[in-house]
């Protein structure tokens, strides 16, 4: 199968930039910590951010061996609509309806990885 690799750096980090404004003080990071209980003050960075980086970019490549090698533009964004929204946040929404999270919780990260798989889609078709 041919791999573009700079395509699936471009999605991967893509998605680390949107996670990195989405869940900001200035997304939705502060209603993010209140909903999780996650003190930001506590957190790792090398280890979340690096993690975070590293699973955008396995996460990416999975999704562009999914589209196969030449994906149009409609069928990767349709795609990624149908991952991020069909698969990801429903998954989510069993868990966080067992765990007793917030619909404001789900909709904050079920969003996220909506729009992630939906810019993986249109990076991998277009790069």
Do not use: C
Not at 70 to 95: C, E, H, K, R, Y
């Amino acid at each position: 199968m041919e791999i573009n690799y700079i395509a699936i750096f471009l999605a991967g980090f893509s998605a680390f930039a949107l996670g990195g404004v989405w869940y900001s003080p200035i997304g939705f990071g502060k209603v993010w910590h209140r909903e999780t209980g996650v003190n930001p003050d506590n957190v790792n960075p090398v280890k979340v951010f690096g993690g975070a980086l590293l699973l955008s970019l396995i996460a990416a490549f999975v999704f562009a061996m999914f589209l196969g090698p030449d994906p149009s533009l409609q069928l990767a964004l349709g795609a990624g609509v149908a991952a991020g929204a069909g698969w990801v946040a429903t998954s989510f929404g069993i868990n966080y309806l067992f765990a007793q999270r917030s619909l404001k919780l789900f909709l904050i990260d079920g969003g996220y990885h909506t729009l992630q798989f939906t810019l993986y889609g249109l990076i991998l078709s277009v790069v």
